[in-house]
């Protein structure tokens, strides 16, 4: 594997820290469904690995594996549309601050992934009872903050969620091997899933008969609230503006708001705009979905009603009746904040 | 604009001709759907041209227009993966040999074209009654073997064709601004028809109240046969074999063939493969279909069932009935030659 860029130019990444490597994407610049791979916001926990050796399938099963790239290419593949978003995106805008990386709204990309799905390895290795979790092992390595062990990004699976047909072991992004920083040759994609189940430089899978709590499935990646502890799994409703950018100044006619939607739980089937901080509300026009894992592009027609400086905010619900928060719902972690969040441009 | 590359590398383009620039993919690096840029294959009748100021739609309207890129971006946009295929792909294997671009089997490929609905265009320009043909025509010009007329790049659609939805005026590929080789900064895509209707650098737009007979709509893209002449329109059926490749030497174990299938007239329904020259067929299994526009994989387990020089075909049948042909249909400007291709390997 070649090393990254350490920088990215600032047209297509916005950094957000260098060591580790993390950059968003300038959802701007978004047109179309998938995001050109050099758009494709980075997220690493370590530095990236120097080399991957192949992918071991072992812990409770009948016939463990070791498996080279040649032949998880010889393997079904399959190709579907999924969106990526960081369970961090949004957390720069809470109040109070929180630490971690303080990601804009940028932390979501795009990619058409294909690969061999899970299941099929999973089968091969001959699953044995008693197994209740999968383990993904990435072959990054590192000290976290405040933690004296050296460890291995890890997460787990519940064992249904792991032989889904749609969760991938993923060797092609947008047509292209993998590269190594978006976790190349080899990386898990979990559709609907926040970005830290889709374990990038997969070096292991292990079938667990109790559940994994290393660090990144237990003390990371889960939300506070009162006395209880919820990890992260599907990505929760959003929806995003991405023309015209705040600060933009427009003449009073009439405008396109475009943006995009997502959700984990179901199809988002609504998008609301208001201009006026929540009194009046503009449904918005969805465009075509290309696979209920991808965000769906969305459009209104706006005549700006008066001159000045004027706020916007966008609100998607989901089939499911998720309905995005227009208030943050704060955690000491930051994760999972997808409040609608003021978009100020000013009408002349 | 940019000059395009003239040398593409090898790995990415096969180049056929180099002034103009004509190069196909190949088709072994295919993965998933989409194409990635550098490896969708090139067709110019013409060099590059050197500017593109604007988009004129006249003729029989109501409000002639006159159209920026600007004034593009701020109408509704969609995006769709599309399949596009030159009508002379497969002409190098006819026999007798025509003249032409000698095409292997590579000038086809897939991306995701995002534009403005055309139909959105003539609405705004207000068809005038009497209106039968819509006329496109490009910014590249120069004079075609034979004739001594410098003429630009133009085709006719049928007004029925150019009102239909999924008719794009597309200004970006894969989600990047549409480079020059494939006709940026903005082309027609035609889904579903050869690639000569999808007229690149596209310069004017014009309502015809009679027939368009210029020199690539009368003349060439059209198929002779006895005393009739046809207009090329949609895509023929068509499988190709990517794995293995020509000249493989496999060991005589399980192998897994790999393949895309497509029609301009219908969705593919069915991929056969045959190891002895059409006596003996296996039924592939058609992968996910992400547009009705885009090919679809398709892949077969094959258990080769002797050793030595085995050749393989591939043959679709669409929807609608049409099944590729076992022997090609020659035609004077080899067009169309959608013929199953023999594929020779070693098996040992």
Same mark, same amino acid.
């Given at each position: 594997m070649r090393a990254a #860029? !350490?920088?990215?130019?600032e047209s297509d990444l916005r950094v957000v820290s260098h060591e580790p490597l993390n950059a968003e994407t300038v959802?701007?610049?978004?047109?179309?469904?998938l995001t050109p791979i050099q758009r494709f916001f980075i997220r690493n926990h370590f530095a990236l690995p120097s080399k991957w050796s192949g992918l071991r399938v072992d812990g409770l099963v009948g016939r463990p594996l070791s498996l080279t790239m040649s032949d998880l290419k010889a393997l079904p593949s399959r190709s579907v549309a999924v969106t990526l978003e960081c369970?961090?995106?949004? #957390? !720069?805008?809470?109040?109070p601050a929180v630490p971690g990386e303080q990601w804009d709204l940028g932390a979501v990309s795009t990619a058409e992934w294909t690969g061999v799905p899970l299941p099929l390895v999973l089968q091969q290795a001959d699953i044995a009872s008693g197994g209740v979790e999968v383990l993904f092992e990435g072959a990054d390595d590192g000290r976290p903050p405040g933690l004296s062990d050296l460890i291995h990004f890890a997460r787990s699976l519940p064992i249904d969620k792991a032989l889904h047909g749609d969760t991938l072991l993923a060797y092609a992004m947008n047509g292209k091997p993998l590269p190594p920083e978006h976790g190349g040759p080899v990386r898990l994609v979990v559709p609907g899933?926040?970005?830290?189940?889709?374990?990038?430089?997969?070096t292991h899978v292990a079938i667990l008969s109790d559940p994994f709590k290393g660090y990144y499935q237990a003390d990371r990646y889960v939300i506070h609230h009162d006395d209880t502890v919820r990890p992260l799994q599907a990505i929760e409703v959003r929806a995003v503006i991405?023309?015209?950018?705040?600060h933009d100044v427009l003449p009073r006619r009439r405008h396109r708001i475009r943006g995009y939607c997502w959700s984990g739980h179901a199809p988002v089937d609504r998008v609301d705009v208001t201009d006026d901080g929540g009194t009046t509300w503009y449904q918005a026009r969805l465009l075509d979905a290309v696979s209920v894992y991808a965000w769906r592009p969305w459009e209104l027609e706006w005549h700006p009603r008066s001159a000045g400086r004027t706020v916007l905010h966008a609100r998607a619900t989901d089939a499911a009746g998720h309905e995005q928060p227009l208030r943050q719902r704060w955690n000491s972690l930051g994760y999972a904040n997808t409040a609608a969040q003021p978009l100020p441009v000013t009408v002349v």
């Open positions: #860029r !350490s920088h990215p130019p959802l701007s610049s978004q047109v179309g469904i369970a961090g995106n949004g #957390r !720069s805008t809470l109040e899933w926040y970005g830290m189940a889709s374990v990038k430089w997969l991405v023309s015209p950018r705040a």
